[in-house]
């Protein structure tokens, strides 16, 4: 069963609930995206995920990534704590950003919410720590090292 498609409208069906957006690449889930996408969705009702598109991926990391977009999005959607999950083109979310309009946007605590782009989009920036220094790069060595 294919779950992945593109969805048609993002503050429509959640037009009553308090939306949290975060965004990320997502190439290899780890215990550290776990917990830091739980923790996101303790700031509202809906969690909207975005994740970069195997382009965007490339032209951030300069690799290609481990899993397709589609792939990384379907790992994702399997999340009980994530509602929705918009894949994204860009270079930078501003623009899904407005267009969500999230009630809450999260980033990790390596960011400074003044420094987060598309806050001016959102009521409220909040940037979380959730105890777990994993980074994918990190695990990609040490599994290259074993």
Not at 78 to 87: G, P, W
Request: some cysteine; glycine content about 6%; proline content about 3%.
């Amino acid at each position: 069963m294919n779950r992945w498609k593109p969805a048609t409208s993002t503050r429509h069906p959640f037009q009553k609930k308090k939306v949290v957006f975060t965004n990320g690449c997502f190439d290899l889930l780890h215990i550290g995206h776990v917990r830091y996408l739980e923790a996101a969705r303790e700031y509202g009702d809906v969690l909207i995920v975005g994740v970069d598109s195997d382009e965007s991926f490339r032209r951030h990391k300069g690799r290609n990534p481990l899993f397709t977009q589609e792939y990384r999005a379907e790992m994702l959607r399997a999340l009980s704590c994530v509602d929705e999950v918009r894949v994204f083109e860009e270079d930078t979310l501003v623009s899904l950003i407005e267009e969500i309009q999230p009630d809450v946007l999260v980033k990790g605590e390596d960011y400074k919410p003044e420094e987060v782009l598309g806050r001016e989009h959102a009521k409220k920036t909040i940037c979380i720590s959730v105890g777990v220094e994993l980074h994918t790069s990190d695990l990609i060595e040490r599994i290259r090292q074993t």
